[in-house]
């Protein structure tokens, strides 16, 4: 959504549009398979697909309907069940859950109040109702967990019944492996951004010696090469903690790769295919990444490299909302919204580029930076301390751009996703980076 809407009209349609598309993709992620499958735990890191259906549910009445319209709550019974802070994920499906239709018919429910309470809601008087932040905050809920759910279907066995055509091959991209970012300040962050999370705000300078990023992501291909040389048998190249994973996971590959007739395959929603040279690696931990990085004689970007990378214009020196200016995303800017069930090829989206010509930096995969995942200086935890704070510390690292299964609505250049750097099932690439010399800045 544009910073700039503030007609309660708009705002409510822009609200509304929202809910509505995320609802469409929480359906269609939860009648894609029989009951059963819903109910299963497919992974001990992912919940069952009922438990995300009415936590969705639930975290809408809790913030629409209790918070916003001061109702009572509906079924208070449940809350505990679904509050993700009390139950850990392998503990869920042990829950007394909501069978599937239950569930369906809960968030249905709240649904149909939420959407009156949307209504009538003036969008002025608390932080909650401003600008229709808790909708946006919803909306953006549902868009993660439909994310989640989607990396659950991506665990399973089986084939599913997800579909979706593959991005459109563009031409081979044929520019330079990386671009210099000039040093000099920027503002990292939003203040202004309305449906932005706490953890991306205040708005804020940041000095940023100059530095090389690369134009795209990096791909298979390129991985590929690294695994050749003998990446994961030489110690040279891990973080110790990175060592210990490897060696004791007895990991060779990205997640769902394995080796068969001398060429890669992988697993990928159901179906076996040989590894895509051309598309950015996904499945990576962050180690996986920082490993190759020391490999290729680089290193990952920092967190505000990567933002600066993705924001600053050069000739406006100012920030931006994404890298190609301050408009909402295009299906011809960037892959996002599960509109694909694959990142793009590297290079692809040339409408989506940043002023200096980064590629991809919005949709196709998560990508890892090297910064632990801290407080903004001047950060106030809203709108509850388990939304950002609680995770703030050296446990989590930073991902940042989105991903293909990531909707416009959960994405923006100061969007910060954040996990363990042992984490592989999540949508996960990355691009290098190097320090610019005093010859290259010249
Ligand atoms: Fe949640």
Redesign the pocket.
């Known amino acids: 959504m544009t910073g700039t809407v503030s007609d309660p009209d708009a705002l409510r349609q822009r609200a509304l549009a929202a809910l509505l598309a995320a609802r469409e993709r929480t359906s269609l992620l939860t009648t894609c398979v029989e009951e059963p499958e819903l109910t299963a735990q497919h992974s001990p890191l992912m919940s069952p697909l009922v438990w995300d259906l009415a ?2 549910g639930n ?1 809408e009445e809790l913030w629409l309907l209790r918070a916003v319209a001061g109702r009572d709550a509906m079924r208070p019974e449940i809350d505990g069940l679904y509050d ?1 802070f009390e139950h850990p994920r392998s503990e869920r499906p042990s829950l007394p859950l909501l069978a599937p239709a239950e569930a369906r018919g809960y968030a249905a429910e709240v649904r149909g109040r939420a959407l009156d309470v949307l209504q009538s809601t003036p969008f002025r008087g608390s932080p909650l109702a401003d600008a229709g932040f808790a909708f946006g905050m919803i909306a953006q ?1 549902e868009q ?2 439909d994310e989640t759910m989607l990396i659950t279907h991506q665990l399973r066995s089986g084939p599913t019944a997800l579909t979706a055509p593959d991005p459109e091959p563009g031409p081979r991209f044929t520019g330079p492996s990386e671009v210099l970012v000039p040093g000099g300040p920027f503002t990292m962050g939003t203040s202004t951004e309305p449906w932005a999370l706490d953890n991306e705000r205040p708005a804020h300078h940041r000095l940023v010696p100059p530095f090389f990023i690369d134009t795209t992501p990096v791909t298979n291909a390129d991985y590929q090469r690294f695994i050749a040389d003998g990446g994961y048998t030489d110690q040279r190249w891990w973080a110790p903690a990175g060592w210990d994973m490897v060696r004791g996971n007895e990991l060779s590959a990205p997640l769902f790769w394995r080796r068969e007739g001398g060429q890669w395959l992988r697993r990928h929603f159901g179906t076996v295919e040989a590894v895509p040279p051309d598309e950015p690696v996904l499945h990576v931990s962050w180690y996986e990444a920082d490993a190759y990085a020391r490999w290729a004689g680089r290193r990952l970007p920092s967190e505000e490299e990567w933002e600066k990378a993705a924001r600053h214009d050069p000739a406006s020196d100012r920030s931006m909302r994404y890298p190609w200016g301050d408009t909402d995303p295009t299906p011809e800017r960037a892959n996002l919204g599960q509109r694909h069930l694959r990142p793009a090829p590297a290079g692809s989206y040339p409408a989506g580029e940043s002023p200096l010509g980064v590629r991809q930096l919005i949709g196709d995969v998560w990508e890892w930076t090297s910064s632990d995942f801290l407080p903004y200086p001047g950060f106030s935890a809203f709108p509850y301390r388990e939304y950002s704070d609680v995770f703030f510390g050296g446990d989590y690292k930073v991902l940042r751009g989105g991903a293909f299964s990531v909707d416009e609505v959960a994405c923006r250049g100061t969007f910060r996703n954040w996990d363990h750097p042992v984490r592989r099932q999540i949508f996960s690439g990355f691009r290098t980076a190097r320090d610019a010399g005093p010859a290259e800045t010249a």
């Open positions: 936590h969705i975290q993700a809920h993660q967990h």
